[in-house]
């Protein structure tokens, strides 16, 4: 079960190894949305997303026969380096299957952190196939992405911050937004902050094409999304909802926001900016959310998780390049 | 006078209406450099420099009669933002006398915030000549960059807040490093670090060429740049040590750390794949000393100021483009 408790022991794990990342305001998106707005950085955790706190989460729980045995994961290239990271931190060899077309820095900080990168082609092979075969293979243990109470409960972490640095200053988050893509991290921060605080509305930001939980939360049962359906945001292409995570959310959100890559083009000149932060196209779609109006932040504090910040230079460049300047 | 009471009468000023910004800690940075690095983030406040602060408190201590005849101030484009800003905030005219070369997003911005900008000729034009005038001509208050205490004791609040926040940690500065022109914010910076930590080593960053600190601080006299130097780092330009803070300088700086252009080069996309925050180059001063190996922050624990983050998107990318990636 993922439960507050749960959470928080995943907090006791993390304190003082993972990032206690800033929630930073912004006087020109608070003007620009007449709301304030609580942004959580978590590109600046360390591996450069919040994928670190669910993989250390899981892996420092393994006993000293598993983490001789080592781990496998596969993923886009966030979940990578988190397991990546967090299994150099803990000495245990990791496996990371990962789609041949993943951003460069993805793969080149994966193996900077010591992982065995398996490639595979993200169209036309299945990577839990694959993983599964080279966990067989080698007795390691398959370290999920999203679908697992642990990750879950790691990634939830930022739940806790959100609302203690928010109540530090006196606000407490009337809406959380988060980037969603198997469901792990909103999940995760919705069970602290249902928990904690219920009358929070909480929303996934997903986009258009990967809209599986905006859907699935609509219909009440998980949907898949087109195969076909291609995105800027590599890191935001889960097929459908997992199967743990749709259990919680189901129950704890309020729905699901759906931009478009257009939409994402547009916030991440906006963070470079304005912001000051880098920020990578699936961590830029709460962001995104906002700044399309999706939701009405007026007279409102509304939390937005920016997930990520791993992104290729010359497509960061490109996206700027293509962009209007931003309006103050 | 520029005393550790003014410092903290400014910060008394600036609380809930500057950014407190972060004091981020990076693990390869440390890993790096072999120290524990604070990095006081700036680029994160309000204009997207420290130079709101400084101006902000000056502002706000005008009478009735100033605020309505107004401000003009010169400068090469982070001041500029920093007066216009504040101006606004507090409802008072603004004029700025900028460089026409000033990057685009300065020049953009100042505008933005409402303030009218007077242009000049940065290699042929005194600019110092053209505000008195203005000034003159309006009866407006002239708003210094740096030479001027209660704009000292503003950017010094940066020197509080890192000392706070580092002892929230349990840490305290063994070394602090900022980026230098007229010397305003080491000058602030180390009034009050000084008068709470006095065995804290406290050094000018500044790009050759533009060395003066380095070199004025060494003979124990103001001395100038050559007017021909040119740099890419575009707000650390000032031909010399002001007179008021070349006197607190003297007095409480261990010396000056010069970096390249090259090395400001190498800073900025560091800043982006590893620290994920942009900077701009004058803004990167600090990092590329610390980067450089100019100081050896082994053992120690060593508070750098990113002190700008203006910088055209274009001129970003160019830089970006140029650079081998970062290793992790």
Redesign the interface.
């Known amino acids: 079960m993922l439960t507050l408790a749960r959470v928080e022991a995943a907090a006791a794990r993390l304190a003082g190894v993972a990032?206690r990342t800033?929630l930073?305001?912004?006087?020109v998106l608070n003007e620009r949305t007449g709301g304030r707005i609580l942004m959580k950085c978590e590109?600046?955790q360390?591996s450069?997303s919040f994928k670190f706190r669910g993989a250390y989460n899981r892996l420092v729980q393994l006993s000293p026969e598993e983490r001789r045995r080592g781990v496998v994961a596969w993923s886009s290239g966030n979940h990578a380096q988190g397991v990546a990271l967090a299994a150099r931190m803990l000495g245990i060899p990791a496996a990371i299957v990962m789609p041949s077309d993943a951003p460069a820095?993805k793969l080149?900080?994966t193996r900077?952190?010591g992982a065995e990168c398996v490639l595979y082609d993200r169209y036309t092979q299945n990577r839990e196939e694959i993983g599964h075969s080279l966990a067989a293979e080698r007795g390691a243990v398959v370290v999920p992405s999203y679908d697992d109470h642990d990750v879950m409960a790691g990634q939830g972490t930022i739940g806790l911050e959100i609302l203690e640095d928010a109540g530090a200053r006196g606000l407490a988050p009337d809406v959380v937004i988060a980037p969603c893509s198997g469901g792990g991290l909103i999940a995760g921060i919705a069970t602290a902050v249902q928990a904690l605080r219920p009358e929070t509305e909480i929303y996934t930001a997903e986009p258009a094409g990967f809209d599986d939980h905006a859907r699935s939360l609509k219909a009440g049962e998980i949907l898949s999304n087109d195969p076909a359906a291609r995105s800027i945001c590599d890191a935001l292409q889960a097929p459908s909802p997992g199967a743990l995570t749709f259990d919680v959310n189901r129950r704890l959100l309020s729905g699901g926001l759906v931009v478009t890559d257009d939409e994402v083009r547009a916030a991440i000149?906006f963070a470079?900016?304005v912001?000051?932060?880098?920020v990578e196209p699936g961590g830029a779609v709460a962001l995104a959310a906002l700044l399309a109006g999706r939701i009405d932040a007026r007279g409102r504090t509304v939390a937005i998780v920016l997930s990520g910040?791993n992104i290729d230079?010359?497509v960061?460049?490109e996206i700027?390049?293509k962009a209007p300047?931003a309006?103050?």
């Open positions: 990032v800033p930073l305001e912004n006087r590109g600046l360390h450069g820095i080149a900080n900077a952190y000149p470079f900016d912001l000051k932060l880098v910040a230079r010359a960061h460049a700027l390049a300047a309006r103050l």
